[in-house]
């Protein structure tokens, strides 16, 4: 169970205020979105339980539970760069994960590396003695989260559909972190081939207003 200060410290962390950055990427959703692949709430629904249960999202929960349990996360941090499909997605990850470990050393007064965005979660949050689960579920919920944001900027979904969509996709999130919790790296797997190439699209598309 989390303590109220750590509730808000993962509140704070991982709340839409927190600078890192995260509303300048669409992890290759704008790309999806031009090509008509995405379209409507429903074929945004589905894209984002793939890349939560197949993708980015499963394998950043084993990452950031892998880095939990680590003094040293540097050989995890090494496997979350490898790991990244695109010039775009490396850079998603690094960037993030570079202004976090930058902003939580300066509220926190600690000397921290810049790494990879889950495996600079799971570190932090191992050193503020936060439980993993609800860790992992809050930071699937920001990153889905982060993605229905960009969604209503390129495309007709309102406010109250995202809230709707956000709420469909909770239990996803609990269930994910429950079974990653239990899991190791021997576990990573993607199979989200198709968002992987829009990624790599998005490097040349114009116009654009995303960074991924």
Known sequence: MLTDAQALTLARWL???YPVGAFAYSHGL????ADGRVRDRASLEGWLRDVLEHGAGWNDALLLAAAHREADPAGIDATARALAASAERLAETTRQGAAFARTESRVSDVSDTARAHPVAIGHAAARH???????????LQSFMANLVSAAQRLMGLGQTE???LQAALAPLCADLAERAEGATLDDLSS???????????????QPRIFAT
């Open 30 to 33: 704008e790309r999806m979105i």
């Open 191 to 205: 199979t989200t081939f198709l968002g992987d190439i829009a990624a790599m699209r998005h490097e040349t598309q």
């Open 15 to 17: 709340s839409p205020g």
């Open 162 to 164: 995202g809230q709707r």
């Open 129 to 139: 003695g936060l439980p993993l689960r609800p860790v992992i579920a809050l930071y």
